[in-house]
């Protein structure tokens, strides 16, 4: 079992910034990427940013030059630091993992999805 444990969200005033981390524990050969999706209400998830293991990143067009994807390798622990929030990023922001779960699965390629349970960003006066 691997869980991934968010904090970090809240109620923040436009212009504000927050900083979400997510952990992921459990029986963890190695994780290929971590992200950060987001849902408003009404609208689909989509791809807020994502860190490989190596470092690699991509966010949506919306998020560049304000939020920044970082991960602790160490720690399993992926953060999300957003700077210049604005109204729109309100959302549930959920974590995501893309994690090996044996030596045998990572050799194949066969990494499995893990969501965390998400938390609250509202941007708002």
């Known amino acids: 079992q691997v869980q991934l444990v968010e904090s970090g969200g809240g109620l923040v005033q436009p212009g504000g910034s927050l900083r979400l981390s997510c952990a992921a524990s459990?029986?963890?050969?190695?994780?290929?990427?971590m992200g950060w999706y987001r849902q408003a209400p009404g609208k689909q998830r989509e791809l807020v940013a994502a860190?490989?293991?190596?470092?690699?990143?991509d966010y949506v067009d919306s998020a560049k030059g304000r939020f920044t994807i970082s991960r602790d390798n160490a720690k399993n622990t992926v953060y999300l630091q957003m700077n210049s929030l604005k109204p729109e990023d309100t959302a549930v922001y959920y974590c995501?993992?893309?994690?090996?779960?044996?030596?045998?699965?990572?050799?194949?390629?066969?990494?499995?999805?893990?969501w965390g349970q998400g938390t609250l960003v509202t941007v708002s006066l």
């Open positions: 459990g029986s963890i050969v190695t994780i290929y990427a």
């Open positions: 995501h993992a893309s994690v090996a779960l044996s030596a045998r699965d990572f050799i194949n390629d066969n990494y499995r999805e893990v």
């Open positions: 860190v490989t293991s190596g470092g690699s990143t």
